[in-house]
């Protein structure tokens, strides 16, 4: 990690007016509205914040807005949405008239990536086991507070008579592995995108705002031809491991949102180019050490 070496010092005044957000309820409406995300710290935000909090902040206070695969991200809502509900999907189409294409020789049909994301919906909806799994509320919204703040979470699939929760992920290949170059080791998908931290704040929410403690499992589908599946569980001393990650990361994370420390630059990130000045001078033997 660098240090950040500007002197320009962040202040962000909106978040003063933090514990009267907290009185307004989370709905489905509001869910991804800014103010929410200002007012509770969720899996999303805590997660930028530990990949660069330079970017992670001046996203937050609407100055950045971060360069992400939006197509990827319509086409694992498309999927979410068809085993939400029904009417949810129906919805959800009706608002992406992208999705179809508009002209060449495949006009008026579903685009590729599209088309992709219902083959992947078919490998789940026709599983039977699948479908006993995917049993309970569908996008049950919690809330709680975990060492002292405000957090909210969005469960996929929840089912509290058998003390369990699902939440479904698409990936590239479920055994594709990632470079971990802190740990130096080789990692699945599950560990490289933090997913633990995820299920390990799901199921404390869950626990405080329903008073059981749940089972997280993540179904994974994989955007290969045909789609792979698989329902994978967490090691208890995964989400024990990233609970204490939460716990110790927090408070530097809430200084940093509140203006009282400068945040850290990864410098490797979109935004840390976009604003990167040529002031020093790196020898070629240590461009490759962080
Ligand atoms: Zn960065």
């Given at each position: 990690?660098?240090?950040?070496?500007?002197?320009?010092?962040?202040?962000?005044?909106?978040?003063?007016?933090?514990?009267?957000?907290?009185?307004?309820?989370?709905?489905?409406?509001?869910?991804?509205?800014?103010?929410?995300?200002?007012?509770?710290?969720?899996?999303?935000?805590?997660?930028?914040?530990?990949?660069?909090?330079s970017?992670?902040?001046?996203?937050?206070?609407?100055?950045?807005?971060?360069?992400?695969?939006?197509?990827?991200?319509?086409?694992?809502?498309?999927?979410?949405?068809?085993?939400?509900?029904?009417?949810?999907?129906?919805?959800?189409?009706?608002?992406?008239?992208?999705?179809?294409?508009?002209?060449?020789p495949?006009?008026?049909?579903?685009?590729?990536?599209?088309?992709?994301?219902?083959?992947?919906?078919?490998?789940?909806?026709?599983?039977?086991?699948?479908?006993?799994?995917?049993?309970?509320?569908?996008?049950?919204?919690?809330?709680?507070?975990?060492?002292?703040?405000?957090?909210?979470?969005?469960?996929?699939?929840?089912?509290?008579?058998?003390g369990?929760?699902?939440?479904?992920?698409?990936?590239?290949?479920?055994?594709?592995?990632?470079?971990?170059?802190?740990?130096?080791?080789?990692?699945?998908?599950?560990?490289?995108?933090?997913?633990?931290?995820?299920?390990?704040?799901?199921?404390?929410?869950?626990?405080?705002?329903f008073?059981v403690?749940?089972?997280?499992?993540?179904?994974?589908?994989?955007?290969?031809?045909?789609?792979?599946?698989?329902?994978?569980?967490?090691?208890?001393?995964?989400?024990?491991?990233?609970?204490?990650?939460?716990?110790?990361?927090?408070?530097?994370?809430?200084?940093?949102?509140?203006?009282?420390?400068?945040?850290t630059?990864?410098?490797?990130?979109?935004?840390?180019?976009?604003t990167k000045?040529?002031?020093?001078?790196?020898?070629?033997?240590?461009?490759?050490?962080?």
């Amino acid at each position: 990690m660098i240090k950040n070496l500007s002197k320009t010092k962040s202040t962000s005044k909106t978040f003063s007016t933090t514990s009267m957000m907290l009185d307004q309820k989370l709905t489905p409406n509001n869910y991804y509205e800014n103010w929410t995300d200002r007012a509770f710290m969720s899996v999303t935000w805590f997660k930028k914040f530990l990949v660069c909090e330079s970017e992670a902040l001046a996203e937050l206070t609407g100055k950045w807005q971060s360069v992400r695969d939006v197509k990827a991200l319509i086409v694992g809502n498309w999927l979410h949405s068809y085993f939400e509900s029904k009417q949810a999907h129906e919805k959800f189409k009706d608002e992406h008239p992208e999705s179809i294409a508009k002209r060449g020789p495949t006009k008026g049909q579903l685009k590729s990536d599209f088309k992709m994301a219902d083959k992947m919906i078919k490998v789940l909806a026709s599983d039977d086991d699948f479908n006993l799994l995917y049993q309970g509320d569908k996008e049950v919204i919690v809330t709680g507070e975990i060492g002292g703040y405000p957090w909210k979470g969005k469960i996929d699939c929840l089912n509290l008579k058998q003390g369990y929760f699902v939440d479904l992920k698409t990936t590239a290949d479920i055994y594709k592995s990632y470079w971990n170059e802190e740990k130096r080791e080789r990692e699945s998908f599950v560990y490289a995108y933090n997913y633990q931290l995820q299920m390990a704040v799901y199921q404390e929410l869950i626990k405080q705002q329903f008073g059981v403690t749940c089972k997280p499992y993540i179904v994974a589908v994989s955007k290969q031809d045909p789609p792979d599946k698989q329902a994978i569980d967490l090691p208890e001393y995964r989400l024990t491991n990233a609970m204490n990650q939460v716990l110790e990361s927090q408070q530097h994370i809430q200084d940093v949102i509140k203006g009282e420390v400068e945040p850290t630059q990864c410098g490797r990130c979109a935004y840390c180019r976009s604003t990167k000045k040529l002031e020093s001078v790196v020898s070629a033997d240590d461009l490759l050490i962080d």
